[in-house]
């Protein structure tokens, strides 16, 4: 009886990743919808990231020790993929305070650039967000799944 019930569900063909990567066709509304709540979660955390860099730019929180940051890194990162799924509000935060300690960890390759030059971190900024706003915009609003490796 048990293996009958084995057999059952394993009737179905397995699943190639290839072919899910690979195929063309349309996207389905509730695809598109997901695609966005992902952009905007993508964007929130970039926007703390920021936040995290300027906060340890103005308070030089990471002067000569990085591992406590790493170790928090980590630990969120574990934290995120241990919580289920069905808590998003405590994933969704956990992200956004990963997004912060990864800006305190990259602010003083950020201050070494400004002291070279404050130019290079405001046009790199304004660059990486047009590219990213543009292919996010194209993967968001385009029903054709070609365009959706451009974002």
Request: proline share 4%; with cysteine; aromatic share 12%.
């Amino acid at each position: 009886m048990l293996t009958n019930k084995l057999n059952n569900s394993q009737a179905k063909p397995p699943v190639n990743v290839f072919d899910a990567v690979f195929d063309l066709s349309d996207l389905s509304a509730d695809v598109q919808t997901h695609l966005t709540k992902v952009y905007r979660l993508l964007s929130f955390v970039i926007i703390f990231s920021v936040l995290g860099a300027a906060i340890q730019i103005k308070y030089l929180l990471m002067t000569t020790v990085v591992f406590p940051y790493i170790l928090c890194l980590l630990a969120i990162m574990i934290s995120i993929a241990c919580i289920p799924k069905q808590r998003f509000l405590i994933r969704i935060g956990l992200s956004l305070l990963f997004g912060l300690f990864q800006g305190i960890v990259i602010g003083p390759i950020v201050n070494d650039a400004i002291d070279v030059d404050p130019n290079i971190v405001r046009y790199a900024f304004i660059l990486t967000l047009c590219v990213f706003l543009s292919f996010s915009m194209i993967a968001m609003m385009t029903k054709n799944k070609k365009y959706l490796y451009l974002g």
